[in-house]
């Protein structure tokens, strides 16, 4: 028994280790895996980017302007026309102070200044902690300035949160787990389709048919574009109802972002049905795609906080942008600077994807 025991514990090793791709996928990816993550992750919120906006002539205003600058936790932002919705709206601030109009030190003499914060809440965690610092770096600014232990009753801050009003976590998270679920569906389904077709030896049945490569291409992968879409749909309609996200841009632009999305994501799944020989290697190839793309999307950790040589991962990875984009469609509405933008470069990456997808899947069936 024992004999029998060690003889398929022996056999299930050598079936597992003698396979060059399952070797690297067991030893080798969890090395670099673990270096980019260790490099990359960091969960404070560093690099915000804050617009002030205040009159030339108010030299507290700019001196706590310098003050805030200087912690290094904050991106100077130049404003638009003095608009800070405008700076808001297009995703180039995170945050925007507005310093009294008349300047600071008149207006305490009044009786007290009152500043206006205004806080992009699309990442309630991120809102809670914008807030946090700003009141903390201006407290302790105008105590070593005035010498008031107490400047609450000497400066008014009036905060207003925007997109999210309520700090819903939800509200951030919701957007990214429809990008994660429609990103999983889709490419483990296309690749272990494939995968499938070759372990039950079926694929040389689908070669000899006949039927042109571009036919078997698109027989292939039509489907799970459809499955992934009407997918997207679904869970984006569960998502507005069970747990009451928004949806304050265009339900259709939502859909057509899913489709170019959808179509990067099939194609993904063809070019790693191209590399693995089974099911297995299809399966261990899509987790190597989608734990790193999550993990470099600024879903769970800003993107903003990795250093440069590890950053340029995460602008490449399609799932960043459409991360992005749904959330702002969803909480912002249609801000076509930031829509077309993201649509760009995710139409970009999916182009090229399919193109190198479909060679490699034409030199298989060749």
Do not use: H
């Not at 050598?14 to 080798?28: E, G, H, K, N, S």
């Not at 960043?320 to 649509?343: A, D, F, H, S």
């Amino acid at each position: 028994m024992k004999r029998v025991l060690l003889g398929f514990i022996k056999k299930e090793f050598a079936q597992t280790l003698r396979d060059p791709v399952m070797r690297v996928f067991i030893f080798v990816a969890p090395i670099i895996q673990m270096c980019i993550f260790g490099f990359a992750i960091n969960t404070d919120f560093k690099n915000i980017n804050l617009a002030v906006i205040a009159s030339p002539a108010d030299y507290t205003a700019r001196q706590l302007s310098e003050k805030i600058f200087a912690t290094g936790w904050f991106n100077k932002i130049e404003s638009i026309n003095n608009d800070p919705m405008a700076i808001l709206q297009n995703g180039k601030a995170d945050a925007v102070l507005v310093m009294p109009v008349q300047g600071i030190d008149k207006e305490i003499a009044k009786g007290g200044a009152s500043m206006q914060l205004l806080v992009d809440a699309q990442n309630a965690t991120k809102a809670r902690i914008v807030d946090a610092y700003i009141q903390s770096i201006t407290a302790k600014f105008f105590t070593d300035k005035y010498g008031i232990t107490d400047t609450a009753g000497q400066v008014r801050f009036d905060v207003r949160v925007l997109y999210n009003p309520a700090l819903e976590t939800s509200f951030f998270m919701i957007p990214a787990i429809i990008a994660l679920i429609m990103c999983l569906v889709t490419i483990m389904l296309t690749s272990m389709s494939i995968a499938r077709e070759k372990e039950l030896g079926t694929f040389e049945s689908i070669i000899a048919s006949p039927l042109s490569n571009l036919e078997i291409i698109l027989g292939k992968t039509v489907p799970f574009t459809i499955i992934g879409l009407a997918d997207a749909a679904f869970i984006m309609t569960a998502g507005m109802l069970i747990f009451g996200v928004p949806v304050r841009g265009s339900f259709i632009l939502l859909l057509f972002a899913a489709l170019i999305f959808v179509c990067a994501t099939v194609s993904i799944g063809t070019l790693i049905s191209t590399i693995a020989k089974n099911q297995q290697q299809a399966m261990m190839g899509t987790f190597m795609f989608l734990f790193p793309a999550m993990m470099m999307s600024g879903l769970f950790f800003p993107i903003e906080n990795m250093p440069i040589f590890i950053r340029w991962v995460a602008y490449i990875d399609p799932f960043k942008y459409y991360i992005n984009l749904i959330r702002n469609v969803m909480l912002k509405g249609n801000i076509p600077e930031l829509y077309w933008t993201n649509i760009a470069v995710l139409f970009l990456m999916t182009v090229t994807t399919v193109l190198i997808a479909a060679r490699r899947f034409r030199q298989t069936l060749n």
